[in-house]
């Protein structure tokens, strides 16, 4: 019925709003599909427009480059070239003159000797330019200024000395046209492995028979021009931050604006997002059509912001370099954040329309819906009231904020679980700690006091008290001893007493009234005034807990809690209950084992003597009559060696027999009775049980003694002794092994180790003997450390170490 009617009065009114809300819905989201789809067209129109500009730019500025180079190389080559004729027509010309001068007083050979000697030392162009002649009919060099070496060489020689045929190219041209230029690239004799590249010029002189030329070295001269180019070009700048760059095919660059990056590899540089965009540059010169565009982000001079950047670049073979131009394309960036802003004002605009619309008709909505429910409403008022007036005040869930009268017994049940579960998480937080508490003391290794002191902590922790105390009593419930106390953080008014450790049971405060009532008390209104009544708290509690401890029907122990912030109830009465009872098991644990060890030491010693005892009988009783026995014999022997023959023999095997007796009790009262270990030193005593061993069990056995046992404990002393002594005798008799270590060491600490080379045995099958019980016992006593390691066919090691008294 309630569910019926709210659902008629709100239906209308939530199905419309749906409606209108999922219409909203789907316009705004198909308007805002389309209009990012023309803001990205609109974007992308504009990048492919300023790609074009850019590139386009960029490309003609490596153009522009390019051509400046090869004009300033083909000026450089004429320049050159005009040159050498000018000199090639001097070297002519004083052939010529000197020729009319002498021709009727001299022979050819003087005349040719003459322009020699006035050719040779003419140098031009920083001395790169200098002048040669050579005989046609012979074929023979007559001057090369610049390499001597080859005047009076043929052709085959000079080609030999130089890789190229100067001769017959020179020869080529004068049979061709009488003069001209030709280039060669000449390898030096003096300089192996370097190639020179030269330009020449030569012209034929008939009267002598010659090929006169002048020759230029064009490497110096082409490097100067490829500098001079570099320098021009490195300070030349274009449209918005543009640049000239030069690398070589290698990836060396060699023309920068940034001085830094001369001389580094192109490869190695990065934008501003680590991309190795150099890298890309080096491929597009050098590989494939040899040219290309690169884009990357890059700062600009003083600029915090990366900005994108434009490259292209195109090889240029002729003198093994790519040449490039970059532009930063800002424009573009600041054309596309302009329209980006132009969207934004337009979306915003078409977004607070829609929004104006679609509220003018959700109102709209409101007002029709209004009037078909309003009647409705008025009936279903009266039953909403009355429901909610019959609500508890204690509710965790509002319910004036519940859309469905359907809601509000729900959430009753939903508070009153919450209320449950809070208390619950409490219980078990508090279940946890005291478990926490437990463990922690177990793993405690300090004094019973500390422990106290921890347990009370916690109590106090747990029941969330200002305040605290444990006190132990007496076996005839008469007296109480505080043995924790936890003072208050924030103190009430003092009371004019002081807290005592043990005090009777009429004087006992707090504590007697737990003991005399013989259950816990739970006071969450005190109203106590007295300062018997508070002991052992200083001030006067508003509330208090105090839960005293059984043991065998007797009170062994109260603790006692005060000012809580809330108040205290059963739980917490059966956690402090329930820690104090694990503690005191803890405690009785403690002691039990204290009085085993001392039951132990009290039993090693009370063997001590036993032992002592009976081998003093043997050595002092047994062995006495034994040897007076012995000697008995000795002189029946001597008797009957006069008398009687025949019993000579039995006689013998008698004396055998009693002297075998007289060295097995020896042995014997030396393993029980340690006097000579006392008298002789530990060292003596080792060493004769070596020769025991030795002899009982025919195995090596070995000893290496260090240090000094003067100073030790003649306790410690006999418990190493029988300790090495039960070790040696279980490796003998068990390991079967064919050597026995004994290694023993003394400074501040001692050292024990015996080891031998038998069989050996499973991990923890040393545990199930009497022997290891008996060295796990002494080396407790010493407070020693015992360890046995152990492995089938590897044999046995036993070590013993702990400090000396």
Same mark, same amino acid.
């Given at each position: 019925?309630?569910?019926?009617?709210?659902?008629?009065?709100?239906?209308?009114?939530?199905?419309?709003?749906?409606?209108?809300?999922?219409?909203?819905?789907?316009?705004?989201?198909?308007?805002?599909?389309?209009?990012?789809?023309?803001?990205?067209?609109?974007?992308?129109?504009?990048?492919?427009?300023?790609?074009?500009?850019?590139?386009?730019?960029?490309?003609?500025?490596?153009?522009?480059?390019?051509?400046?180079?090869?004009?300033?190389?083909?000026?450089?080559?004429?320049?050159?070239?005009?040159?050498?004729?000018?000199?090639?027509?001097?070297?002519?010309?004083?052939?010529?003159?000197?020729?009319?001068?002498?021709?009727?007083?001299?022979?050819?050979?003087?005349?040719?000797?003459?322009?020699?000697?006035?050719?040779?030392?003419?140098?031009?162009?920083?001395?790169?330019?200098?002048?040669?002649?050579?005989?046609?009919?012979?074929?023979?060099?007559?001057?090369?200024?610049?390499?001597?070496?080859?005047?009076?060489?043929?052709?085959?020689?000079?080609?030999?000395?130089?890789?190229?045929?100067?001769?017959?190219?020179?020869?080529?041209?004068?049979?061709?046209?009488?003069?001209?230029?030709?280039?060669?690239?000449?390898?030096?004799?003096?300089?192996?492995?370097?190639?020179?590249? =030269?330009?020449?010029? &030569?012209?034929?002189? %008939?009267?002598?028979? #010659?090929? !006169? *030329? $002048?020759?230029? /070295?064009?490497?110096?001269?082409?490097?100067?021009?490829?500098?001079?180019?570099?320098?021009?070009?490195?300070?030349?700048?274009?449209?918005?931050?543009?640049?000239?760059?030069?690398?070589?095919?290698?990836?060396?660059?060699?023309?920068?604006?940034?001085?830094?990056?001369?001389?580094?590899?192109?490869?190695?540089?990065?934008?501003?997002?680590?991309?190795?965009?150099?890298?890309?540059?080096?491929?597009?010169?050098?590989?494939?059509?040899?040219?290309?565009?690169?884009?990357?982000?890059?700062?600009?001079?003083?600029?915090?912001?990366?900005?994108? =950047?434009?490259?292209? &670049?195109?090889?240029? %073979?002729?003198?093994? #370099?790519? !040449? *490039? $131009?970059?532009? /930063?394309?800002?424009?573009?960036?600041?054309?596309?954040?302009?329209?980006?802003?132009?969207?934004?004002?337009?979306?915003?605009?078409?977004?607070?329309?829609?929004?104006?619309?679609?509220?003018?008709?959700?109102?709209?909505?409101?007002?029709?819906?209004?009037?078909?429910?309003?009647?409705?409403?008025?009936?279903?008022?009266?039953?909403?009231?009355?429901?909610?007036?019959?609500?508890?005040?204690?509710?965790?869930?509002?319910?004036?904020?519940?859309?469905?009268?359907?809601?509000?017994?729900?959430?009753?049940?939903?508070?009153?679980?919450?209320?449950?579960?809070?208390?619950?998480?409490?219980?078990?937080?508090?279940?946890?700690?005291?478990?926490?508490?437990?463990?922690?003391?177990?793993?405690?290794?300090?004094?019973?006091?500390?422990?106290?002191?921890?347990?009370?902590?916690?109590?106090?922790?747990?029941?969330?008290?200002?305040?605290?105390?444990?006190?132990?009593?007496?076996?005839?419930?008469?007296?109480?001893?505080?043995?924790?106390?936890?003072?208050?953080?924030?103190?009430?008014?003092?009371?004019?007493?002081?807290?005592?450790?043990?005090?009777?049971?009429?004087?006992?405060?707090?504590?007697?009234?737990?003991?005399?009532?013989?259950?816990?008390?739970?006071?969450?209104?005190?109203?106590?005034?007295?300062?018997?009544?508070?002991?052992?708290?200083?001030?006067?509690?508003?509330?208090?807990?105090?839960?005293?401890?059984?043991?065998?029907?007797?009170?062994?122990?109260?603790?006692?809690?005060?000012?809580?912030?809330?108040?205290?109830?059963?739980?917490?009465?059966?956690?402090?209950?329930?820690?104090?009872?694990?503690?005191?098991?803890?405690?009785?644990?403690?002691?039990?084992?204290?009085?085993?060890?001392?039951?132990?030491?009290?039993?090693?010693?009370?063997?001590?003597?036993?032992?002592?005892?009976?081998?003093?009988?043997?050595?002092?009783?047994?062995?006495?009559?034994?040897?007076?026995?012995?000697?008995?014999?000795?002189?029946?022997?001597?008797?009957?060696?006069?008398?009687?023959?025949?019993?000579?023999?039995?006689?013998?095997?008698?004396?055998?027999?009693?002297?075998?007796?007289?060295?097995?009790?020896?042995?014997?009262?030396?393993?029980?009775?340690?006097?000579?270990?006392?008298?002789?030193?530990?060292?003596?005593?080792?060493?004769?049980?070596?020769?025991?061993?030795?002899?009982?069990?025919?195995?090596?056995?070995?000893?290496?003694?260090?240090?000094?046992?003067?100073?030790?404990?003649?306790?410690?002393?006999?418990?190493?002794?029988?300790?090495?002594?039960?070790?040696?005798?279980?490796?003998?008799?068990?390991?079967?092994?064919?050597?026995?270590?004994?290694?023993?060491?003394?400074?501040?600490?001692?050292?024990?180790?015996?080891?031998?080379?038998?069989?050996?045995?499973?991990?923890?099958?040393?545990?199930?003997?009497?022997?290891?019980?008996?060295?796990?016992?002494?080396?407790?006593?010493?407070?020693?450390?015992?360890?046995?390691?152990?492995?089938?066919?590897?044999?046995?090691?036993?070590?013993?170490?702990?400090?000396?008294?």
């Amino acid at each position: 019925m309630r569910k019926n009617r709210l659902s008629i009065t709100w239906a209308p009114f939530y199905a419309s709003l749906a409606v209108i809300s999922a219409l909203g819905l789907f316009i705004g989201i198909f308007w805002t599909i389309n209009e990012y789809q023309a803001y990205k067209e609109s974007i992308d129109n504009i990048i492919n427009n300023y790609n074009n500009q850019y590139q386009s730019r960029v490309r003609e500025e490596v153009n522009s480059a390019t051509d400046y180079i090869h004009y300033s190389l083909q000026e450089e080559l004429a320049q050159a070239e005009e040159d050498i004729r000018k000199r090639g027509q001097v070297a002519y010309t004083v052939a010529s003159h000197i020729y009319s001068l002498y021709k009727n007083e001299k022979d050819i050979a003087e005349l040719r000797k003459m322009v020699t000697e006035i050719l040779r030392p003419i140098r031009w162009n920083d001395g790169q330019g200098y002048y040669f002649a050579g005989r046609i009919d012979t074929g023979t060099m007559d001057l090369f200024a610049d390499e001597p070496i080859l005047e009076g060489k043929g052709s085959k020689e000079i080609i030999s000395l130089t890789g190229v045929d100067i001769m017959g190219m020179a020869q080529e041209i004068i049979q061709k046209k009488g003069a001209g230029l030709f280039s060669y690239d000449l390898l030096k004799p003096n300089y192996p492995g370097r190639i020179y590249f =030269k330009r020449a010029f &030569v012209k034929y002189f %008939p009267p002598f028979d #010659w090929f !006169i *030329g $002048a020759g230029v /070295y064009r490497n110096d001269s082409s490097y100067l021009v490829q500098d001079d180019a570099i320098k021009q070009l490195q300070n030349m700048t274009f449209g918005d931050g543009g640049e000239i760059f030069i690398f070589r095919f290698n990836g060396t660059i060699i023309c920068s604006r940034d001085e830094k990056l001369l001389g580094r590899s192109i490869t190695s540089l990065k934008d501003s997002k680590q991309h190795l965009y150099g890298e890309e540059l080096w491929r597009a010169g050098v590989e494939g059509a040899q040219e290309g565009f690169v884009t990357y982000s890059g700062y600009r001079k003083g600029g915090d912001l990366p900005r994108q =950047k434009l490259s292209y &670049v195109r090889a240029y %073979p002729e003198l093994g #370099w790519v !040449i *490039g $131009a970059s532009s /930063y394309m800002e424009e573009m960036e600041q054309a596309i954040a302009a329209e980006t802003e132009t969207y934004q004002r337009i979306s915003f605009r078409n977004v607070f329309m829609f929004i104006v619309l679609f509220v003018v008709a959700v109102i709209l909505l409101l007002f029709s819906t209004y009037f078909y429910s309003l009647k409705i409403q008025r009936g279903v008022q009266s039953f909403t009231n009355f429901f909610r007036g019959a609500a508890d005040s204690n509710e965790k869930v509002e319910q004036n904020e519940l859309e469905f009268i359907e809601f509000e017994d729900l959430a009753k049940l939903a508070n009153q679980m919450v209320d449950e579960r809070i208390q619950n998480e409490k219980l078990l937080h508090k279940d946890e700690l005291r478990l926490d508490t437990l463990l922690g003391l177990s793993m405690m290794d300090t004094s019973i006091q500390d422990k106290y002191d921890f347990i009370l902590e916690r109590i106090v922790q747990i029941t969330d008290s200002d305040q605290g105390y444990i006190a132990l009593v007496n076996e005839n419930q008469s007296y109480t001893t505080l043995c924790a106390y936890v003072a208050a953080k924030r103190q009430r008014p003092q009371l004019n007493n002081e807290i005592h450790l043990s005090a009777p049971i009429a004087e006992g405060g707090l504590m007697a009234r737990a003991v005399l009532k013989r259950d816990a008390i739970l006071d969450n209104n005190c109203r106590l005034i007295g300062a018997r009544d508070v002991y052992p708290y200083h001030a006067i509690p508003h509330r208090h807990l105090d839960v005293p401890v059984y043991n065998n029907g007797k009170i062994v122990m109260v603790a006692g809690v005060c000012n809580s912030s809330s108040k205290y109830n059963q739980s917490d009465i059966r956690q402090i209950k329930m820690l104090l009872e694990g503690m005191w098991m803890h405690v009785l644990k403690k002691c039990a084992e204290e009085e085993n060890s001392r039951l132990e030491k009290q039993i090693i010693s009370v063997s001590e003597e036993e032992r002592s005892a009976i081998g003093r009988d043997l050595h002092d009783d047994l062995c006495s009559h034994l040897t007076g026995v012995e000697l008995l014999s000795k002189v029946l022997h001597q008797k009957l060696e006069k008398e009687d023959s025949s019993q000579i023999k039995q006689i013998g095997t008698i004396r055998d027999l009693i002297r075998d007796a007289i060295d097995k009790t020896r042995r014997l009262s030396h393993g029980l009775y340690p006097v000579h270990i006392v008298e002789y030193g530990l060292k003596s005593a080792i060493e004769e049980l070596v020769v025991e061993v030795k002899n009982m069990f025919r195995v090596n056995c070995l000893l290496e003694f260090q240090g000094n046992t003067e100073e030790v404990n003649s306790e410690t002393v006999i418990h190493l002794h029988y300790a090495i002594r039960e070790a040696v005798f279980n490796a003998a008799r068990h390991g079967h092994p064919q050597n026995i270590y004994i290694d023993v060491r003394f400074d501040e600490n001692f050292f024990i180790q015996v080891r031998d080379d038998g069989c050996g045995f499973q991990e923890g099958h040393y545990r199930k003997g009497l022997g290891f019980y008996t060295m796990e016992y002494r080396a407790k006593m010493m407070g020693a450390q015992l360890n046995i390691n152990s492995e089938p066919n590897n044999g046995t090691t036993v070590t013993i170490s702990g400090m000396v008294d």
